[in-house]
Structures are given as structure tokens and as C-alpha cells.
């Protein structure tokens, strides 16, 4: 049976949690080639991603592989990651300039089921969905690239806008490369 995309819902929320601490790397102990970093946050933090934003998960059988979870600029859970104060290159008054903006939060897929095209479904289903809104995402660069994460997010026609920078809470420097996709 081939897997199925549908959209996520609270009762969700915990499975995907789980996947994504699966496939991540703890800041301060990766070492950047299995997954993307991953900066300690709360359930509770995570189950609003489901119960306010926008979410799409992927099972087979059951078991769920992937999901994608996101939120458009006029949602209460807009990314504090983009104060002006912390931006560097790019001019964080320009993003999400209208409510047909749409960030992306985040997306894993668990290590068993890559390579079979289910984040680049997720996403394929994002634009569907939402066909004239304008898509932003963050990709982290250092301490260590997501290079899974940068080519396939060139592949989908994503631009690089610029970086800001964080202290982690832990204590890591990070930077990420905001990436923006327009309606074509």
C-alpha cells in the first residue's frame, strides 16, 4: 500500500514529536550528517504547532513516516526567530509582507522511509493547497548544513534571502539561511 498524505491533527502531535526527536540532532552533540538540529522545545510548544497552525502527516499501514508542519504570517505562532534585532543580510520587514505568506516550521521524515520522495510529496501537497501563497523556511547552516534540507528545497524552487543567527539554549552559536518560494 503506498502512503497516504493527510492533514494532522492534536491527536497527532505526540507520534510526530516523537519521529522528529528520532531524526534530529541535539545542539551542542551533533555532529550534521543524519538529520537537522534540533534546539530543545516543550510539548506544549509542539502540540500548537497542530492545534493553530497547519500540519500534514504521511502514513503506511499506520505507522506515520513523515509530516510537515507550518503556519501562515497572521498566526499567533509567528517565528520570534525573525526579530529584526537578530537578522543580518536581509531585511526582516520584507518577510511575510501579506497573510498569503505561509512558514514552513517543520518537516522530518524518519530515517527508514527516506529517499522515497516523502518530504518533496509533503511539500508538492503545501502548494496545492495553498497555490498563490509565498513560502519561507529556515535551514540551519552552522554549527553543521542540512544539506538534505538546502537541495531539496532548491529543487522546489526555493532563493535564499539572507541568514540570522541565534544563541541556542544551550549555548550554540547557529546560524540559518531563511529561504523564500514564490508563487509561480
Known amino acids: 500500500?503506498?502512503?497516504?498524505?493527510?492533514?494532522?491533527?492534536?491527536?497527532?502531535?505526540?507520534?510526530?514529536?516523537?519521529?522528529?526527536?528520532?531524526?534530529?540532532?541535539?545542539?551542542?552533540?551533533?555532529?550534521?550528517?543524519?538529520?537537522?538540529?534540533?534546539?530543545?522545545?516543550?510539548?506544549?510548544?509542539?502540540?500548537?504547532?497542530?492545534?493553530?497552525?497547519?500540519?500534514?502527516?504521511?502514513?503506511?499501514?499506520?505507522?506515520?513516516?513523515?509530516?510537515?508542519?507550518?503556519?501562515?504570517?497572521?498566526?499567533s505562532l509567528f517565528p520570534e526567530m525573525f526579530n529584526p534585532d537578530r537578522v543580518r543580510e536581509i531585511d526582516a520587514s520584507n518577510l511575510f509582507p501579506d497573510k498569503n505568506s505561509f512558514y514552513i516550521e517543520k518537516i522530518a521524515v524518519s530515517l527508514s522511509a527516506r529517499r522515497r520522495g516523502i518530504a518533496r510529496s509533503l511539500y508538492d501537497e503545501l502548494i496545492v493547497l495553498h497555490p498563490t501563497t509565498t513560502f519561507y523556511a529556515c535551514i540551519v547552516e552552522a554549527p553543521s548544513m542540512n544539506e538534505p534540507s538546502r537541495q531539496l528545497h532548491q529543487q522546489l524552487a526555493f532563493q535564499k534571502l539572507g541568514t540570522f543567527e541565534f544563541i541556542s539554549t544551550v549555548g550554540d552559536r547557529v546560524v540559518v539561511g531563511v529561504h523564500e518560494r514564490r508563487p509561480f
Open 1 to 75: 500500500m503506498p502512503f497516504s498524505i493527510i492533514h494532522g491533527s492534536e491527536s497527532d502531535a505526540c507520534d510526530c514529536l516523537a519521529l522528529q526527536r528520532s531524526v534530529s540532532l541535539r545542539l551542542g552533540k551533533g555532529n550534521g550528517k543524519d538529520g537537522f538540529l534540533l534546539d530543545l522545545e516543550s510539548e506544549e510548544r509542539f502540540r500548537k504547532y497542530f492545534t493553530e497552525g497547519s500540519s500534514l502527516i504521511v502514513r503506511e499501514e499506520g505507522i506515520l513516516l513523515g509530516f510537515l508542519v507550518g503556519y501562515s504570517s497572521s498566526n
